[in-house]
């Protein structure tokens, strides 16, 4: 059966349109979330607060209690908003740059020391508070919507390698934050519902085992797989990306993405929605936490601090580290192109953490006493503090570092290969 969505166009280029769209979305996102933050220190804070957690729908899960806005940004919108970051990987892994070992070495154990260094350092910094510690994870995770639009606004003194290379990062470092979230942040399980959702993907393996590219059948199972985890105790938005990994792809390795591969199709329909819409909300509605009066004591409190370091040093340290000595090791090739300081700048950015933090931050501090929304709080406050640090000294670095000897000559040997591989078009077209 043939995959239909929409008059039939002409091929996109995924990483290409995946750029233009994380790039815009990205800037969007920062003014929700600065919205956010003007809404919740002024007089308007309370009304706020209020039509977010305002019961609006029905119990779906007895854990959860009545569905509020705040419930179905987080559990619905996010799960769809997950959902393109399982796209994203299975295409990256299956069709994409992380289709061959040899180009998964340097992203993979980036990605690995930079979730880890934050992480430990997260829990030096806060080892005299046990209750505190499970938001370890919370500087794990690298906003991409944000880094990459960062890189935007350098233009061409980013060279290409550098933009692949943080695409890479950011999306294995996704898989990582995904099985975080899968097997830490799971506090009780419901067998029953757990076993509906196994046999829900089991449907889904064998129907996309028969060759069927249907995509509204696909849909509807994805909707029955989201209700059957939210029943389960797993967090609803796993479903999203165990939905993901069912989706045929047709790969076209060399050449544009398929027409028909239904992957390719749902990747490029779902992607403006999500940059535009679905992680604004989310910035909207969990970035308004009210900071007047605080004093310098609070911002370098336990918490803050330990995520705020994460971030910004935590990051840096592990990615940075990672690489140099991957290429020392003579395990993976220097970036083409790419200067040592223009590395370090990049690791750096990756310390931008912003959605995928705070949604981690919403999980590691459950429940609606007033402690738990204080940590809420404070964890946004250092989530802030670390990414905008990341953000301010990764740009001042890219932008002033010297572009390497070879820059000129690597940047058009890269656009040939992007050409011939037909997997992007310029990334230097990518919006300024």
């Known amino acids: 059966m ?14 290409r349109n995946f750029l233009r769209s994380e790039s815009g979305g990205g800037a969007l996102l920062i003014l929700a979330a600065s919205l956010a933050m003007v809404i919740a220190n002024s007089d308007l804070a309370g009304l706020y607060h209020h039509l977010l957690h305002q019961p609006l729908g029905p119990v779906l899960s007895d854990k959860l209690g009545p569905m509020t806005l705040h419930l179905w940004i987080n559990d619905g919108l996010m799960a769809i908003f997950f959902f393109l970051v399982g796209l994203e990987i299975k295409r990256e892994w299956v069709d994409g740059r992380l289709s061959v070992w040899e180009k998964r ?10 979730m880890a260094v934050p992480a430990l350092l997260f829990l030096f910094i806060t080892r ?10 919370i500087p794990a995770a690298t906003d991409i919507a944000f880094a990459v639009g960062v890189l935007a606004l350098l233009g061409a003194r980013a060279p290409t390698s550098l933009k692949l290379f943080l695409v890479t990062v950011a999306i294995v470092d996704d898989m990582g934050a995904v099985a975080i979230i899968a097997l830490v942040y799971t506090a009780s399980l419901n067998y029953i ?10 449907v889904m393996a064998a129907v996309n085992r028969a060759g069927v590219r249907n995509i509204p059948v696909y849909l509807a199972l994805s909707l029955l797989l989201w209700f059957a985890v939210l029943q389960s105790g797993v967090h609803a938005t796993i479903a999203g990306v165990a939905a993901a990994m069912m989706i045929p792809i047709i790969p076209t390795p060399g050449a544009p993405d398929a027409k028909d591969s239904p992957l390719h199709i749902l990747e ?9 819409l679905i992680i604004p909300i989310f ?10 009066g605080i004093g310098m004591a609070a911002l370098f409190a336990p918490l803050p601090l330990g995520i705020a370091m994460g971030l910004f040093l935590g990051k840096q340290i592990g990615i940075f580290g990672a690489v140099w000595l991957a290429v020392r090791s003579g395990l993976s090739a220097k970036l083409r192109g790419a200067s040592w300081l223009q590395l370090y700048g990049v690791a750096i950015l990756c310390g931008i953490g912003f959605t995928m933090s705070l949604f981690i931050g919403e999980l590691a501090f459950p429940g609606k006493d007033e402690a738990a929304q204080m940590m ?3 964890a946004k406050i250092g989530i802030l503090m670390g990414s905008c640090l990341s953000a301010l000294c990764g740009y001042l670095i890219l932008r002033f570092a010297p572009l390497s000897a070879d820059h000129d000559q690597s940047e058009r040997e890269q656009a040939s290969e992007i050409a011939a591989d037909g997997d992007v078009a310029r990334l230097s077209d990518a919006p300024r």
Request: zero cysteines; charged letters at 10%; glycine letters at 10%.
């Open 128 to 137: 005299d508070s046990p209750a505190l510690q499970s938001g370890w994870a």
């Open 376 to 378: 809420r709080d404070q």
């Open 268 to 276: 490029h329909a779902i992607h403006p929605w999500s940059a535009y």
């Open 193 to 202: 519902g757990l076993a509906a959702a196994a046999a829900i993907l089991g």
């Open 2 to 15: 043939n995959a239909s969505i929409g008059p039939e166009t002409k091929p996109r280029f995924a990483l």
């Open 105 to 114: 070495i340097l992203p993979i154990l980036a990605a690995a020391a930079g």
């Open 283 to 292: 910035g909207f509605a969990n970035a308004g936490v009210a900071v007047t």
